[in-house]
């Protein structure tokens, strides 16, 4: 039964209007633990793979992702070592602690975007606080493409937080190389 209440309900704007119910890519970045907080770098520490079509540079740190407007991202970061130690816990763990949209059109790589390309989804899993020694955790941050997003390439720059086996104090490297995403129309 149409009600005044649903008919106003459905024509409220959606917050993310154009939102696909398509499938979300996976975008999974495995660092080399040992030799990211040895040298103090994620070059030739950090290799990236997904799940698009199309897209290039898959096992390096210079991937682009085809993805549409609208599109769910997955960002998934984990150490390659993902082998339980013998005392029954794991290796230490990567974690995206952000996700930098640079700005491509001034020239400047380095200079961060004006304008919004992804939409952060909050946390749906299990928080951190959960985690434990003997329970593997793969973080991650997920996002949506904004539906108003202009097709075109878009550079990005991951900030990577690093535990260290024995010591209480993190590790946070950006990317020197920066992998992209290709948005396509819808």
């Not at 005044?4 to 154009?18: I, L, T, Y």
């Not at 499938?23 to 907080?37: F, G, H, P």
């Not at 339980?84 to 700005?103: A, H, S």
């Not at 539906?147 to 878009?154: E, H, L, N």
Request: glycine share 6%; proline share 7%; with cysteine.
């Amino acid at each position: 039964m149409v009600t005044p209440q649903s008919r106003a309900r459905g024509s409220e704007e959606k917050q993310n209007p154009g939102q696909l119910n398509s499938v979300q890519l996976n975008i999974v970045t495995l660092v080399d633990m040992e030799k990211a907080t040895e040298e103090k770098s994620l070059t030739d520490a950090m290799y990236m793979v997904d799940n698009s079509y199309g897209g290039s540079g898959q096992g390096t740190s210079r991937l682009e992702t085809v993805c549409k407007q609208g599109q769910v991202l997955n960002w998934i970061i984990r150490p390659i070592d993902m082998e339980k130690r013998p005392d029954g816990t794991w290796p230490p763990m990567p974690k995206i602690n952000n996700i930098v949209f640079l700005d491509t059109e001034v020239g400047d790589e380095e200079d961060v975007a004006e304008k919004k390309v992804c939409v952060e989804l909050k946390i749906y899993g299990a928080p951190d606080k959960m985690r434990d020694p003997w329970t593997p955790v793969y973080y991650y941050w997920a996002g949506t493409v904004l539906s108003t997003a202009k097709p075109g390439v878009y550079k990005y720059r991951l900030i990577v937080e690093l535990e260290q086996d024995g010591k209480k104090e993190k590790l946070y490297l950006n990317t020197e190389n920066h992998p992209s995403i290709r948005v396509i129309p819808v």
